[in-house]
């Protein structure tokens, strides 16, 4: 079975400061592991995934997250935040043979301050 | 392409009612989730068909039911709404050789 957790359901940050969103992962078999980002009454977005290549992931919009066996984590940062990254954040895990059944944590509410 | 399509995209229904909701996987697309999102919940997993059967299932009562057709296209099916089901509903579609699942924008369903 596979699960997430995430931790500070609330995260608020300055214009310009750093991104943390933590994220950490239980798996019984080598898992994939993705963020997504979620705005208001839309659909889930893919920021990056983990597929078993690269620990360190770039993603879009100047997102990156690193997998760390050793910490079970995979953690999402962004050097300088923007006020259009206010959004919910998900992360999640799945295996690789069925990329269809993913499970979710509880979400990021990333608030920017101006 | 169109990417994943869901329709309708809102809806109202009253409690003790039936719904269907429908999909329209990613083109190449055979492998069609279905999941609910309650509100300031992350999705959970309700089900997934592969090949016009169900393939998985979360942990979710047979008041949830679905179907694959042979374009891939899916519905998904409350009965007895409770106002409990009120959530987004997202539809994922995949391929075989994916790494990752493809998500439309939802249904936003308000049971009253």
Not at chain 1, 54 to 82: D, M, Q, R, W, Y
Not at chain 2, 18 to 41: I, N
Not at chain 2, 51 to 57: G, T, W
Request: proline content about 5%; hydrophobic content about 35%.
């Amino acid at each position: 079975a596979q699960s997430v957790t995430q931790l500070g359901s609330h995260v608020s940050v300055s214009e310009g400061a750093l991104v943390l969103l933590r994220c950490n992962y239980s798996s019984s078999v080598p898992p994939y592991l993705f963020w997504y980002v979620q705005y208001p009454n839309q659909g889930l977005q893919l920021l990056l995934k983990y597929t078993s290549a690269a620990t360190l992931v770039k993603g879009i919009n100047g997102f990156e997250a690193e997998f760390k066996k050793s910490e079970t984590s995979f953690h999402l940062t962004k050097p300088s935040a923007h006020m259009s990254d206010a959004a919910e954040y998900f992360c999640a895990v799945s295996v690789p043979t069925n990329a269809g059944k993913s499970s979710f944590g509880d979400g990021n509410t990333l608030t920017v301050k101006p | 392409d169109a990417g994943v399509t869901q329709s309708p995209t809102h809806l109202i229904k009253t409690r003790g009612q039936q719904v269907t909701l429908r999909c329209s996987p990613k083109s190449g697309h055979d492998t069609v989730s279905w999941y609910q999102q309650a509100l300031g919940q992350g999705p959970q997993f309700i089900f997934q068909y592969y090949e016009e059967e169900e393939r998985q299932r979360g942990n979710f009562p047979d008041r949830f039911s679905g179907h694959q057709f042979p374009n891939y296209s899916s519905e998904l099916n409350v009965n007895a709404l409770l106002l409990g089901d009120s959530a987004l509903y997202l539809c994922a579609s995949s391929g075989q050789m994916n790494t990752e699942a493809f998500f439309g924008q939802g249904t936003r369903l308000t049971v009253v």
